[in-house]
């Protein structure tokens, strides 16, 4: 039931923080049982504000992920990808919301950063490198670990593949990497689509058992020469037994003037979506300093476009999912800085920017619920976030198609 009386503006602004006085006509939806959905303006933007509220103890709720058509390849909008989630009876109860999710490639509807399904890594990595400062960047994903925990922050790939006794490390999953030298695993998700680029870099290309292995630049090739050479010695008349282990490293954050400083961790999520750049870590701002952090560009951190976002408050019991209209008369959107302080207003202590402008929607209870700035309306993405009862896992959807 929607309610746009005075009485749910003041719980409102008691629950998150609301200044009452900072915004004009506001909307209140329960949607379900710790999820809200809430609508809000600002003249001073002007802005047109959309936010759902998750309390994950009271579902309870998760968060999982999705690729446009179930498959690598392909875009779809986020209301289809929700509604067909719904529908097929993979989500244990209800999809009540769902928001865009990565950057993405335009033609192909490849996403851009990590991409974790169900716990099957569909992408994965090695970062991006930025050689005048001889740094590699991992930039801002969010993760859900196995137990519902969210994590946000730069996630770095640690792939091995255990071959008999020996252990060697492959770089990446389903990607072209940017990098001089790479070993990738590609499996059946990427399909026929080529594995080289234009550069022409791939010295090796090897499926040992039916484990894919492509070497990018010399020294990945002499690592692959190296794994087929030891998965056809014998042992006793036996092939060595071969797996491979892939994991997420979340690393070490120093300590900060509000929280304690943050051990580097293991990870083998059950969902990975990309974003960048992360706005709010403990409770601080990092959008002022997005250029030089994540190597944003001004025209994209300190200009106003229509955004979205996730944060989590209070340890991780509270999720929010965010979008911000603009390039309207009625809501210009906001630069990163700007979004930040929203985050910050609404206690959000963890909080990442996702693909906006056009592809900015918000999913609510069957209906977009911002206006996409698109002149068509709801633009097709690579993949989204939904929002999902919990319950026992699926298995991960496995359909490919080549661009």
Not at 115 to 134: C, H, N, S, Y
Not at 223 to 247: C, K, N, T, V, Y
Request: proline fraction near 6%.
């Amino acid at each position: 039931m929607v309610n746009r009386v005075n009485y749910y503006c003041r719980v409102l602004s008691i629950l998150v923080g609301l200044p009452l006085g900072a915004q004009g006509a506001m909307t209140v939806d329960t949607v379900a049982p710790g999820i809200t959905y809430l609508h809000f303006t600002r003249p001073a933007g002007p802005w047109e504000i959309h936010l759902a509220r998750v309390d994950r103890t009271q579902g309870p709720w998760t968060l999982t992920v999705r690729h446009a058509g179930d498959s690598f390849w392909g875009r779809e909008t986020t209301s289809s990808m929700a509604t067909r989630l719904a529908t097929s009876g993979a989500a244990v109860g209800e999809v009540p919301v769902a928001l865009n999710a990565d950057f993405f490639d335009l033609r192909t509807g490849e996403v851009t950063n990590n991409q974790v399904i169900e716990g099957e890594v569909w992408k994965a990595i090695l970062g991006f490198d930025v050689p005048r400062e001889r740094r590699r960047l991992q930039r801002g994903q969010f993760a859900i670990e196995t137990d519902g925990t969210p994590v946000i922050g730069g996630l770095a790939f640690a792939g091995r593949l255990r071959v008999g006794g020996q252990t060697f490390v492959f770089d990446a999953v389903n990607a072209r990497p940017t990098q001089a030298s790479a070993l990738v695993r590609f499996d059946a998700r990427w399909g026929t689509t080529p594995v080289d680029d234009s550069t022409k870099r791939v010295t090796g290309d090897t499926t040992i058992r039916g484990i894919r292995l492509v070497a990018y630049g010399a020294s990945a090739r002499a690592r692959l020469d190296s794994i087929a050479m030891a998965s056809r010695r014998r042992w006793w008349g036996r092939a060595p037994r071969l797996s491979f282990e892939q994991h997420f490293v979340a690393p070490a954050i120093p300590a900060s003037a509000s929280a304690p400083s943050r051990a580097e961790r293991m990870l083998t999520p059950r969902a990975v979506g990309g974003g960048w750049p992360v706005l709010v870590r403990d409770s601080v701002s990092l959008a002022a300093q997005a250029d030089s952090l994540e190597r944003t560009a001004p025209s994209f951190s300190a200009a106003r476009h229509p955004r979205s976002a996730i944060g989590t408050s209070e340890g991780g019991r509270i999720l929010w999912l965010i979008a911000v209209d603009g390039r309207q008369t009625a809501s210009a959107g906001m630069t990163l800085v700007e979004l930040a302080d929203l985050m910050r207003e609404l206690g959000i202590t963890e909080g990442l920017n996702l693909d906006g402008g056009g592809s900015t929607a918000l999913w609510v209870a069957g209906t977009v619920r911002n206006r996409p700035s698109d002149p068509t309306g709801e633009r097709t993405v690579g993949n989204a976030v939904m929002i999902v009862r919990d319950g026992p896992r699926e298995a991960a959807p496995r359909a490919e198609r080549r661009p």
